[in-house]
């Protein structure tokens, strides 16, 4: 387990009940109360039932809720999903794992040709009540085909909904709010994301869709963070901080439905957005954020145009080597950059702390 | 085999009103009264007939896009049917969903994919919800998944197969083996002709049905069924032959093509199952069935006349679920 | 084959030997042109070689280049991508034909898990000159399976190139260009377009990528209109013209890359943006046009913002029934409609012609 | 069957440099040296060895992941090797690939996957252009496909053994069984245990080699290439039991976790390929290979630990061929 030292969960405590645990033990919590509450809930996917359980987000449901709802699989996405849809279809709440979210490439005709549409093409005679927990890879050479983040490809399509968690409070609610959810629900994971902690209620409770969070009010830019980047966002305000810049950080947190008016309203504040996705640019979040903005202030700001940027990954493919793969990913330091010249006009980077301290980045190790 | 008349007589109609409702389709399509691609099953009809025929109501039917058949077959709402197909707020989905995709949910029947292959594992993932149901119930419904000889090409199907077994789930698999994929023969699809031969190296029981025998196969399918019922595991898989007498898609018969033997068309209607019922049956009992269809589907017509085109808000409903 | 009475083909003849043939005729021309230039190009997928061929675009040339370089397949669209991929490896140029866009969703795998990536992955020492035909279906009922236009899920993918031709000579100049291309090409085609003429030379020509073309020149506004929706849009520039209103409409006709310029120069000209899309909107390829505009003039222009909008189809799965699936496109009154919001800031539509002539929407009938 | 002593010491030499290329790694990953997931083939390596040994160097091998041992069988650069394991500059992908992706054209080694299964298909596209080739040179190359057991539950696999069939195409399917996806054994992810009876029945010859036995795969695949060489057509199927002995990712040992039986690690290092080679070559012989062995590898260590890393633009190079 890693946390940075000089770091803070981003909520504190409301009361005294909650505690401090890891994204990945939220994630299991959170199945386990449902299971718990829901016996048409199960479990299933390629190795959530061994003794890893998923990094650990699905331990201990097999004992718990035995093999007819936690088990394994053979190697066939497609079948897989079909079969989770069909569950779905007739009652029963599946939550299907993939450690890896460039394995929904197999899965995405029964997603997007089957689940997305079934309730629409047969005009609302079933329901397909599915949740795909899918995790994005990051770090150790895991390379171009192991640290995809596709959510943009999800977005474009109407009937499915989409949740990215950013930290342990919301992974927890967002995944009863998923696994409650009648439609399809694509649940985004983060695996940097699975050891930082943060304040959980013991209790089971649910965090909405559509309903962005706002960290660190600030006034002199928005920035919108998806997924782990909301963690590289939150280090870059604090870089800004000390030169007396504040920023609004927004976690969209569901991703479809998007959460646009908390982004406009922090704009009309701040005047400026820059968009951080943790995925590439091109028909992507950041896109979609910026053409919305545009429909919903298309005159801008007092008469002018609001500044806006984006940043994201490269557009390549994910490279394996350290040196190179630092490079694909925004970072704390070119989004404090990046929000310093949309605030000043600048481009001097003088002022930025020159090394950063150790992070999950840094941390996170193999095998894998 | 003796075959009571009163089977006969169920049979018979059964296949009759897919028959001469897709005939229907063929009479009026040049009026552009059904504004859909309509994949016919005209000289398949004993295959879905022979299988929903010894389901329960409650049992479940999965099928592809040429689903006209079952959904009769299995007792989906004729008017809703055809309201569907010409494209009417009264439509079993409202007009959205046309003649590919034909549901009914409250009669088991699972809806229809345009996409070959796609709902086998929907099926499985049915039969396992109905598995898990039994437990608790005791009492055990099947899924019946049809689908063409060509979806058993896609890799989906042996991911199917390979999962179905592992979890003995109740599910009869039912291939409609017409011998085409659009206008492609198996030869040219398939590197062994021998379906059985590989579903069985699952483990799987599978059965032949040749001629597209309608006795035969409602008699395998009444046994199968029966088994999964009373805890002898399913899955099973049953190969039918048979035969497309239209073209692929649309109301038109191509035996001009090359890609087709015009014998071949002689010989299949020779062995013609609802012929073969007709003989079988007294004349006034045959000539009741035929004006008691008649009527079924004049009424479905003038149903789906008078229902109106849906709303246009309707474009916006159900996208999402509440 | 059908030609709206009242519309003229988008081109005029250059020189005489320009013939008016139809769409799918200089798909055909173009791919038996190549495939004689170019013993390593060879055509293969679902009913290539039958009777239909491809609605006519394959036909002749199984008999032209027998069946070793035109072949059918099983339908195993994940593996004959695959197939496809390793042949152009090996030094092939293999087309690999999809009578309908939607049905890639099962060959996605191996299209943005291998093709995209393997030139990059490793390190340039091999190629992966492939061709993907695809088309998207539309009217007669196709419904939410058979009418789906997923280029966005392809442009956000690096390493993927991207061509929708909205005309015949496009249609030729684009095929040849992406054969002869080394990398995996998205080749877009519109069943709409197919009995659509348009004047095409005989000689073999090449359309490049990256290069926007620019009908009507206009003054008003520019529209930028994508595959079919090219036609629409043209449709709706004379509805304009009737209130003496002009568009520049521009056809990017390549999507990956994108010329941007050619978009940003005629705004600049015009003042205002209109993006008309045949696909969806969220994370589109209007949002990505949007988001590279407020990129590329960041202040707007004349120091306000530039009025912008877009419009696709309905967020919505298509439906079959014409009266829905009527309101679900968008139609050269809708556009024009637009444009004229956008132009005159008012929303009246008195002016808009009753009711159009009849055109290639309405001509096309089943079966399919 | 009588064994030549230079066949011997060749495969001796070439499952000892996997298997020490591989013990170096394990040594230094905790130094971080080589910050990339590794899957190693420490027991398998007979498996590669077996295979590529009888090709000749314009063959081609198509791997997934698990891919060190078969790379440096076809005889892959081991320098490029060590410096792409490293990140580095002068590996053989310049750093982009890592160990999933080892590639080496030159040799005949068309790159892997992690993405399991997705080679399988690329590799019959191969072998169909070595298809074509042949009927312009008179010359007849093969490709040779390895992959799991776990790969053939992907559907894509059984779509590809069709295919392949149809086309009659030139190229072994190698199916290194090691029991284990991951953690998952065999019963939890296959109906049936019989993989070459389920290949078998698309028609394609299939055979089946226990306790990875070096010989009899090396004459197998040495066979079946002739065959196919002289145009006694492909596909050929053959599946090999192998044991992973160390974890699935990762250099350590995993056998205290429950998913494993210590006495099947033991068995199955009685059953060591390596150490079988070892007692056929006289003392001096094997001490020679030994030696050269190490230096190959100390030599490679050092060509990775100088090579610098890839410069920064190198991000941007090769998305697009030109
Ligand atoms: C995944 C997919 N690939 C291709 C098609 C195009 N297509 C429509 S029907 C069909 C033939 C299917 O043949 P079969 O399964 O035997 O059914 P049949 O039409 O003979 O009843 C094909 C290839 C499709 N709809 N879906
Ligand atoms: C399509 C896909 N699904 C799942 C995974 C995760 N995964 C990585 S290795 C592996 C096991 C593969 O087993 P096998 O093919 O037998 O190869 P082995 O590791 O035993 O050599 C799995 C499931 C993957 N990489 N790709
Ligand atoms: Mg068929
Ligand atoms: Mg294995």
């Known amino acids: ?368 | 085999m003796t075959q009571d008349q009163a089977l006969i007589a169920r049979l018979y109609q059964s296949m009759l009103l897919i028959r001469e409702l897709e005939q229907h389709i063929v009479d009026v399509y040049h009026t552009d009264a059904v504004k859909s691609p309509v994949h016919l099953s005209i000289g398949q009809e004993s295959v879905a007939v022979g299988v929903c025929d010894p389901l329960n109501s409650d049992d479940i039917v999965s099928n592809t896009y040429r689903c006209h058949a079952t959904y009769l077959a299995k007792g989906g709402d004729i008017n809703g049917m055809m309201a569907e197909l010409y494209g009417k707020k009264h439509g079993c989905a409202g007009g959205k969903a046309g003649s590919m995709h034909l549901v009914d949910i409250k009669h088991g029947i699972l809806g229809a994919s345009a996409v070959v292959g796609t709902t086998i594992p929907i099926a499985a993932g049915y039969a396992f919800a109905l598995q898990q149901e039994a437990k608790k119930t005791g009492k055990q419904r099947i899924v019946a998944s049809l689908f063409g000889d060509g979806a058993t090409e896609e890799g989906v199907f042996t991911e199917t197969i390979n999962f179905a077994m592992l979890k003995k789930l109740p599910i009869i698999f039912i291939c409609e083996n017409n011998q085409l994929a659009i206008h492609s023969p198996l030869r040219s699809r398939w590197a062994s002709e021998h379906i059985c031969e590989r579903v069985a190296s699952f483990g799987i029981r599978t059965h032949q049905v040749k001629n597209a025998d309608i006795f035969e196969l409602h008699q395998l399918i009444s046994k199968e069924a029966e088994n999964i019922r009373n805890g002898i595991s399913g899955p099973v898989f049953i190969e039918c032959e048979t035969y497309r007498w239209l073209e692929h898609v649309g109301p038109g018969d191509d035996h001009h093509e090359e890609y087709r033997d015009p014998n071949e068309l002689a010989l299949w209607k020779n062995k013609d199952q609802i012929a073969r019922l007709a003989n079988m049956l007294a004349p006034h009992e045959k000539e009741k069935i035929n004006q008691k269809v008649a009527a079924l589907i004049k009424n479905a017509v003038a149903f789906a006349e008078q229902s109106p085109y849906p709303d246009e808000e309707e474009l916006f409903t159900h996208v999402y679920a509440n």
Chains 1, 3 share one sequence.
């Not at chain 1, 299933?44 to 699905?58: A, E, M, N, P, R």
């Open chain 1, 1 to 368: 387990m890693f946390m940075p030292t000089e770091e803070k969960p981003v909520f504190t405590p409301c009361d005294n009940k909650q505690r401090l645990i890891r994204y990945v033990d939220a994630l299991r919590e959170a199945t386990s109360q449902e299971m718990a509450n829901d016996e048409r809930v199960f479990l299933f996917g390629l190795d959530v039932d061994d003794h890893k359980g998923i990094q650990g987000s699905t331990l201990g449901l097999l004992e718990q809720f035995g093999p007819e709802r936690v088990f394994g699989t053979p190697l066939s996405e497609d079948a897989m999903t079909g079969f989770a849809v069909g569950a779905a279809m007739a009652g029963l709440r599946p939550i299907h794992v993939h450690i890896r979210m460039d394995f929904m490439l197999l899965a995405i005709n029964q997603l997007i040709n089957m689940a997305a549409k079934s309730h629409y093409m047969y005009n609302g005679q079933v329901n397909v009540p599915l949740v795909i927990r899918t995790m994005i890879g990051r770090s150790w050479g895991q390379g171009a085909q192991h640290s995809q983040a596709l959510h943009a490809l999800f977005m474009h399509i109407p009937g499915l909904k989409i949740f990215a968690p950013s930290n342990a409070h919301d992974a927890k609610g967002c995944l009863i709010t998923a696994i409650r959810d009648n439609n399809p629900v694509i649940f985004i994971e983060h695996r940097l994301l699975y050891s930082t902690e943060g304040y959980v209620s013991p209790e089971v409770y649910t965090v909405p869709f559509g309903k962005a969070r706002t960290f660190v009010p600030g006034h002199d830019i928005t920035i919108v963070a998806i997924s782990h980047m909301v963690m590289e966002a939150l280090r870059a305000s604090k870089h800004l901080e000390k030169i007396g810049l504040s920023a609004d950080i927004i976690d969209p947190i569901s991703l479809r439905p998007l959460d646009m008016e908390t982004i406009v309203n922090s704009v009309k504040k701040t005047g400026r957005l820059l968009i951080v996705d943790n995925g590439w640019l091109t028909c992507g979040a950041s896109s979609e954020i910026m053409a919305r903005m545009i429909e919903l202030l298309p005159e801008g700001l007092n008469g002018k145009a609001i500044p806006m940027a984006r940043m994201g990954f490269a557009d390549t493919p994910c490279p394996t080597t350290k040196n190179l793969e630092n490079l694909f990913y925004p970072s704390s330091h070119t989004i404090a950059e990046k929000a310093y010249t949309l605030i000043s006009g600048k481009t001097n980077t003088d002022w930025l702390p020159a090394a950063t301290s150790k992070t999950e980045i840094d941390a996170f190790k193999g095998p894998f």
